[in-house]
């Protein structure tokens, strides 16, 4: 069974910064391609982050390039989310996501692209 865990999110203050982490296990390879995707109350859900197999590409939603940095770890299974100068409309439910190993696909930043998910983690951010 594929399964993914988010963990770090919290409540902050505006300006603040927080790291979350999302565990994979279940997959048969480290080589997924992952993304980060947030979901606010009354909203759809939308794209944060993604990044490739090798970590050599990422690609960022508008409202968050130069604020927030993905990451991965193929040898600990994990992807990582540096988020800086938290903004309260950063304010949403976290989720990490990824796609089957071989999948082709359209568009990176689409949810419907993705196979896997994880449960989400809440982030607040005060003003």
């Known amino acids: 069974q594929v399964h993914l865990v988010e963990s770090g999110g919290g409540l902050v203050q505006a300006g603040d910064s927080l790291r979350l982490s999302c565990a994979a296990s279940?997959?048969?390879?480290?080589?997924?391609?992952k993304g980060w995707f947030r979901q606010a109350p009354g909203k759809e859900r939308e794209f944060v982050a993604s990044?490739?197999?090798?970590?050599?590409?990422?690609y960022y939603a508008d409202s968050v390039k130069g604020r927030f940095a993905i990451s991965r770890d193929n040898a600990e299974n994990t992807v990582d989310l540096r988020m800086n100068s938290l903004k309260p409309e950063d304010t949403a439910v976290y989720y990490c996501?990824?796609?089957?190993?071989?999948?082709?696909?359209?568009?990176?930043?689409?949810?419907?692209?993705?196979?896997?998910w994880g449960q989400g983690t809440q982030v607040t951010v005060a003003s």
């Open positions: 990044i490739s197999w090798t970590g050599s590409s990422t």
């Open positions: 279940g997959l048969t390879s480290n080589t997924y391609v």
């Open positions: 996501a990824a796609i089957s190993n071989g999948k082709s696909f359209t568009s990176i930043t689409s949810a419907y692209e993705y196979d896997y």
